[in-house]
T-cell receptor
Framework: DAGITQSPRHKVTETGTPVTLRCHQTENHRYMYWYRQDPGHGLRLIHYSYGVKDTDKGEVSDGYSVSRSKTEDFLLTLESATSSQTSVYFC?????????????????FGPGTRLTVL | DAKTTQPNSMESNEEEPVHLPCNHSTISGTDYIHWYRQLPSQGPEYVIHGLTSNVNNRMASLAIAEDRKSSTLILHRATLRDAAVYYCILLTSARQLTFGSGTQLTVLP
């Protein structure tokens, strides 16, 4: 299994408080992703990173920010959590390029963080 | 964005083959077809991918229609541990995985 850990694994917080989720990898993969998954739905991409200090928005980026100061760590921050951000958050890593003719972009996923915003 | 259509749920008996269909009528020539699965309380895991030709690996086989507008994931002998949500995904030129709702596979003992 790919070496991906997420912390915390569970968190309960209140509306309006800041929250930071951490994704840590030991694979030295270049690409890292944050997804959220809500009941009855597939995963939706929040933000992704294609290198240290290089990040871009995904499908549902409003209300979230990210940072990547080291290859192994990708942080997801909710500046002011809202109840609509209650979800399970998954981090993923990939070593293949986002833009290339032969990339198959296999992603390896972490165990997830269950966040509840009251 | 290119989209896929899958049945919401399917059932299979243990140790029998399972064919999971996926329609992707708007696929373009450079889109790869990927399958991931998500076991209960886990993150998704890669199963298989292909472009035009049928593909086999240790987990499954992928049969791609000649016109590429549909594909089928084949589990040759379903086990209880194969019970999961299976996602058919088109990897487009943006190279981002866009998950749909997937097919919930139930394996009956």
């Amino acid at each position: 299994d790919a070496g991906i850990t997420q912390s915390p694994r569970h968190k309960v917080t209140e509306t309006g408080t800041p929250v930071t989720l951490r994704c840590h990898q030991t694979e030295n993969h270049r690409y890292m992703y944050w997804y959220r998954q809500d009941p009855g739905h597939g995963l939706r991409l929040i933000h992704y990173s294609y290198g240290v200090k290089d990040t871009d928005k995904g499908e549902v980026s409003d209300g979230y920010s990210v940072s990547r100061s080291k290859t192994e760590d990708f942080l997801l921050t909710l500046e002011s959590a809202t109840s609509s951000q209650t979800s399970v958050y998954f981090c993923a890593i990939s070593e293949s390029t986002l833009r290339g003719p032969s990339s198959y972009n296999e992603q390896f996923f972490g165990p997830g963080t269950r966040l509840t915003v009251l | 964005d290119a989209k896929t259509t899958q049945p919401n749920s399917m059932e299979s008996n243990e140790e029998e083959p399972v064919h999971l269909p996926c329609n992707h009528s708007t696929i373009s020539g450079t889109d790869y077809i990927h399958w991931y699965r998500q076991l209960p309380s886990q993150g998704p895991e890669y199963v298989i991918h292909g472009l035009t030709s049928n593909v086999n690996n240790r987990m499954a086989s992928l049969a791609i229609a000649e016109d590429r507008k549909s594909s089928t994931l084949i589990l040759h002998r379903a086990t209880l541990r194969d019970a999961a949500v299976y996602y058919c995904i088109l990897l487009t030129s943006a190279r981002q995985l866009t998950f749909g709702s997937g097919t919930q596979l139930t394996v009956l003992p």
